[in-house]
């Protein structure tokens, strides 16, 4: 088992639809978790950070974290083209400092 | 404000060659780390410092590759005698501070390393 997976996709969505990005993991005990956002081409850009179960918002960013079932999603409200991008998920593993684990990321594309 | 800056942005070496590739983190940010990615898939960590200690170098993949960050500002990651399976995007990041709530890191535009 990956300790951080993702869907590579890729995650096809309407302009002004919600599009919902999931992440689960492996230690029961980490405590940061972070989504950057990566255009084609370009460094990982972070847009959300969260340390405790329940809902974040930012925007049109919510992220939601559930430490019981290690999953943490992200969710784009209103998405339009310029959300389409990778979006990675990255978690402080217990143990590992304050280095980041990442998945591989999930291509999403927004269609107009 | 400025953010985290590498040099150089891309980097042709030959194999066998010595390669140092310099990061300068977000003023004031204490941490700052190395990490290589490849296509299609997330960054892989190297190593970090904390000020100008090496905190980890756990994900350095061998002997060839060292870091250093002598004054607590700068960094340089060093590969020596490259190889062909060094060649990705080296990407460094940096963070205010070590503790909860302060551990964000935010990225440069990375090197393009390519050794032929």
């Known amino acids: 088992q990956k300790e951080v997976e993702q869907n590579s996709g890729p995650l096809s969505v309407p302009e002004g639809a919600i599009a919902s990005l999931n992440c689960t993991y492996s230690?029961?005990?980490?405590?940061?978790f972070f989504w950057y956002r990566q255009y084609s081409g370009k460094s990982p850009e972070l847009i959300m950070s969260?340390?405790?179960?329940g809902d974040k918002e930012d925007g049109r960013f919510t992220a939601q974290l559930n430490k019981a079932s290690q999953y943490v999603s992200l969710l784009i409200r209103d998405s339009q083209p310029s959300d389409s991008a990778t979006y990675l998920c990255?978690?402080?593993?217990?143990?590992?400092?304050?280095?980041?684990?990442f998945g591989t990321g999930t291509q999403l594309k927004v269609e107009l | 404000g400025a953010g985290v800056s590498q040099s150089p942005r891309y980097k042709v070496t030959k194999r066998g060659q010595d390669v140092a590739l310099r990061c300068d983190p977000i003023?004031?940010?204490?941490?700052l780390y190395w990490y290589r990615q490849a296509l299609g898939q997330g960054p892989e960590f190297l190593t970090y410092?904390?000020?100008?200690?090496?905190?980890?170098k756990s994900g350095l993949p061998n002997d060839r590759f060292s870091a250093e960050r002598p004054e607590g500002s700068i960094s340089t990651l060093t590969i020596q005698r490259t190889e062909q399976r060094d060649s990705a995007m080296y990407r460094c990041?940096?963070?205010?501070?070590?503790?909860?709530?302060?551990?964000?890191?935010?990225f440069g535009p990375g090197t393009r390393l390519t050794v032929t």
């Open positions: 003023s004031g940010h204490v941490s």
């Open positions: 410092f904390n000020y100008e200690a090496q905190q980890d």
């Open positions: 990255a978690v402080v593993l217990t143990g590992g400092g304050n280095k980041l684990t």
């Open positions: 990041a940096s963070s205010l501070a070590g503790g909860a709530g302060s551990i964000e890191q935010y």
């Open positions: 969260i340390y405790s179960n």
């Open positions: 230690d029961r005990v980490s405590q940061s």
